[in-house]
């Protein structure tokens, strides 16, 4: 690919937070969003961060605290962009001036999106293929959804979602974990029965036993008469330890994780020292960049890549993107229970074709097109001031 | 220790945005601040947050996301607090509460040292005391400071603080690394000859290579031949494999590193993995009751414990609690260029005695007393709206 010589730059960054009129108390991210609009070069790009909005604004703009502690906006407004070299080293660039400012990683992977949305747009080149790969093959979507509040709905819940056509279908958080054993058993024994014996099974405790092996060891019993393919997130990401241990007594239950990892490196602490089966990563939390960097890593290591994604289609998109090309890495996480939020603010939607898979985007960038009057209905009037200085308005969109 | 039982909550919560009226573009941490006051039961308790103010205070009042992002202020205010087990509970409550709101850590370590401040002082006890130690042994202060421009700066700088009785000086940041080999080894043979044979030198790379374990070999020979006691942070903190090589290469220099880890399992993960001799814990990132987990687990590990502070006396002091009792850990990290906001708002300092040692505070809590006429010459107006309410306005002092 040959990259023109023009000058181009990022001449404007603009952060929009979206939320429901009713965020309820449960572990669904698409009930707020944090979106962020590039432009330069006459083109606009998108993405969207899996972050506390209000947070990340701040630590887009917050006055600088000392030379490693910088607002993120420092490290980007002005920059060239003209190819994915570029990208590569704004992203060293914020890491780096930033360092000290521990949301950075939740806002850059938002604004890493619209980088390569803008350049992918400006280029006509969809991102995947931006990064480095020559196809982009269809993908398994496994049905992401929170588990019924008891075996029941639980049941119903996968049934639901097999009569809908999906093969594979993911049930997290809610009461798992939080009661004894015995129940956790009588919600798995429930999710197989909705989702019929072939079907693809995958369990997600949400971190709800901490570092505690003991806990997360006496549910392996269940998953494993039930065939559960995957246990998700026992542990909080910094767990390598108990993680280790857990799978080497889960047996063919593989151990899941890894969407806790906001950059490259505490992705690969996880691959090397957790024994993970399947390495979930949100490009929402650590941006494109650094998730393909984990995607090339871990078909290195043998470790299957797999998306973490809870929010909107652009966010969907991106993260497809770094394992686009990886044949063997065939899953990938497509939420079902979104709000009406994250499905109406692009008008473009990532659907299921007759076989039931997905196919990436082959547009130019992301390939997906936003809805502005959507965006406009769920957007929050914010207003930051520092010593009577307005650091944040709501930007005209 | 025997607890009453007399209800005691968390009655208030107040965070203070302090800062210089300019801030330089340099490593130095103490240029603005962020203090926490905790009120209940008839006490008050300060902690200072190493961290963007306005990016923390944001996290403790953004509005919640979903079950597992919500705001900090939600699972601290109104808690029990009469006992070290109650900050224990505290911690894990905002840690699964706010796990997916990245700034979390930063924000909590200011609560939590206000936690145990306040608790101490209710209690009549001394931190390090509640936290399980039987006494609290002396420091070697070293004097930290940034690198000068040139050699002929840092020489100057040595020497000085050797006129000035530290025995152990720490240069860091500044030019180191950005230019070539040879620029590096005139800086370090320039702090050696200002420190004098006998001195403890101590080099601080600020991460400058990031992963690059090249670049960093290749600073070693100048850094044995000078007999560095330490190398610290070549690398970001999640950089296990080549944290790991660099210590086998680097012989009898000791690799230093930990002030990233913003809880128990980032630094326990550095100490497993990344071949460390020193771990350097920052209270005012991931708190005092993680910092005393880690402080326990390096003992067994036979990893050297080490506080990282660059901030006031009561960041300092807190930073302290968590090893005083470990009387091999000598060394201790002490800011000699700190800013008159860092040296002002505090009453209390800490001061070396005739010995060159530093002793931890003794007094209630974290024995340091607050000069709330220093704190409001620094002090921010700083107003954040959301939808026209507003969720925060700069608390009266």
């Not at 007594?249 to 090397?272: C, L, N, P, T």
């Not at 007759?354 to 985007?361: F, L, M, N, Q």
């Not at 406009?376 to 944040?392: A, F, H, N, P």
Request: glycine fraction near 12%.
């Amino acid at each position: 690919m040959g990259y023109d010589g023009a000058m181009s730059t990022i001449e404007a960054v603009d952060l929009f937070y979206l939320r429901m009129p009713v965020v309820e108390d449960i572990a669904d991210n698409s009930q707020d969003s944090l979106l962020v609009r590039l432009a330069g070069g006459g083109a606009v790009g998108w993405g969207e961060c899996d972050a506390a909005p209000l947070v990340s604004i701040a630590s887009f703009l917050a006055p600088m605290s000392h030379a490693a502690c910088r607002p993120i906006a420092d490290s980007v407004l002005g920059q060239r962009l003209a190819e994915p070299a570029d990208i590569e080293r704004i992203n060293r660039l914020v890491r780096a001036n930033s360092l000290d400012l521990l949301q950075t990683s939740h806002t850059l992977a938002g604004i890493d999106m619209a980088m390569w949305d803008l350049l992918g747009r400006r280029l006509g080149e969809p991102v995947w293929r931006l990064l480095g790969q020559d196809r982009a093959y269809p993908k398994t979507p496994y049905a992401s959804q929170l588990f019924g509040d008891d075996p029941a709905e639980t049941l119903a819940k996968g049934r639901a979602q097999r009569e809908q056509g999906f093969r594979a279908v993911k049930f997290g958080w809610g009461p798992y974990g939080k009661g004894g054993v015995d129940d956790d058993a009588a919600q798995i024994a429930a999710a197989r029965e909705g989702l019929g014996a072939d079907g693809i099974l995958l369990v997600d405790a949400g971190t709800v036993w901490v570092d505690d092996l003991a806990a997360a060891g006496a549910r392996l019993a269940a998953l494993r008469q039930h065939h559960a393919t995957w246990l998700e997130e026992p542990f909080v990401s910094g767990a390598l330890e108990p993680y280790k241990r857990l799978a080497v007594a889960a047996g063919e239950v593989r151990i899941a994780g890894g969407e806790g990892a906001h950059d490259f490196h505490m992705a690969r602490q996880m691959i090397d020292h957790a024994g993970l089966g399947f390495v979930q990563i949100d490009a929402g939390r650590m941006g494109v960049t650094d998730a393909r960097r984990v995607a090339i890593y871990a078909a290195e290591q043998g470790v299957a890549y797999v998306n973490h994604t809870f929010n909107s289609h652009i966010a969907l998109s991106a993260s497809l993107q770094p394992f686009a090309g990886h044949a063997g890495d065939e899953l990938c996480e497509y939420p079902v229970e979104a709000r009406a939020l994250a499905r109406e603010i692009t008008a473009t939607h990532i659907e299921r074709g007759g076989d039931g898979r997905i196919a990436v985007p082959d547009g130019p960038g992301l390939g997906i097109e936003m809805d502005p009057a959507a965006i406009r209905r769920y957007l929050q009037d914010i207003e930051i001031t520092v010593g009577g200085e307005t650091l944040y308005r709501t930007p005209a969109l």
